[in-house]
């Protein structure tokens, strides 16, 4: 398959672009419809854009027709009490497939290794298309918090930590990068995300943000790191020992 695909993304798979001055815009995602829905950590989403404008957040190829991320239909009553995020969504012109607010519950890094995964955005993209991407502004002020991005899940020399004050604006290649946050603090983490097909629009889109393809990762205490990937390796294992005893089980079951 061949997609169009922004070169800002060939080194890092991600870009960070300048901050958004957040501060001076009403905290919309507090006055959203939330849906329960679990990923990568104790979280709901209230959807601004779903398959169909209904109040849910499948993936629109769950959907019937299936298809892929693109095209988005604007939830009304969600839209109608966040003007900003719909206008900041819409701003680079390119296609907007799923668009919501996610609130993300107080973690651990460990936890974050754990959740770490690849999305599915381009199931059912057509060749020759956009290749879809995400925004991910964050809305509430998590300084302490970070984005953990990884080339390969299991290698922490591939990661990189960026810290989620708030107006912090990146854009991943989420299917190419495992991804996941680090979420420290008391109350929950609030960000919007939003596919963008990749083209021209969100190209220009970039280069007026300042995108930069490279961020030193935010530093951690001495073997911090080191005591989160064993944490995770612990649990990895402890879940494929469940799982191959499960499979015992049912294999046993099945031949009786
Ligand atoms: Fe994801």
Redesign the pocket.
């Known amino acids: 398959m061949s997609y169009i695909r922004s070169a800002a993304f060939d080194e890092t798979g991600y870009v960070i672009l300048d901050a958004y001055d957040q501060a001076s815009d009403p905290k919309e995602w507090l006055d959203l419809e939330y849906v329960d829905w679990r990923?990568?950590g104790v979280t709901r989403f209230a959807p601004l854009a779903s398959a169909f404008g209904e109040m849910e957040v499948d993936g629109f190829w769950n959907h019937t027709p299936p298809r892929t991320d693109k095209d988005g239909v604007w939830v009304r009553a969600n839209v109608e009490k966040a003007p900003r995020l719909k206008a900041r969504a819409e701003e680079p012109g390119a296609n907007v497939g799923r668009c919501r607010v996610i609130e993300l519950q107080p973690n651990g890094y460990a936890d974050a290794l754990f959740n770490q995964?690849?999305?599915d955005n381009n199931r059912l993209n057509p060749d020759n298309s956009g290749w879809i991407v995400?925004g991910f502004f964050n809305l509430s002020d998590d300084r302490e918090s970070l984005m953990i991005l990884r080339e390969d899940r299991l290698d922490p020399s591939t990661e990189t930590r960026i810290a989620l004050p708030a107006g912090t604006q990146l854009i991943v290649d989420?299917q190419r990068l495992w991804?996941?946050v680090w979420h420290q603090g008391t109350e929950p983490r609030y960000c919007l995300?939003t596919s963008w097909e990749s083209g021209r629009e969100l190209d220009a889109y970039i280069e007026r943000w300042n995108g930069r393809s490279r961020s030193e990762s935010a530093p951690l205490a001495p073997g911090v790191q080191d005591a989160a990937q064993r944490l995770f390796e612990e649990r990895l294992e402890a879940r494929a020992r469940a799982q191959a005893t499960r499979g015992r089980v049912e294999r046993g079951a099945y031949e009786g």
């Open positions: 990923s990568s995964h690849q999305d995400r989420t991804h996941s995300i």
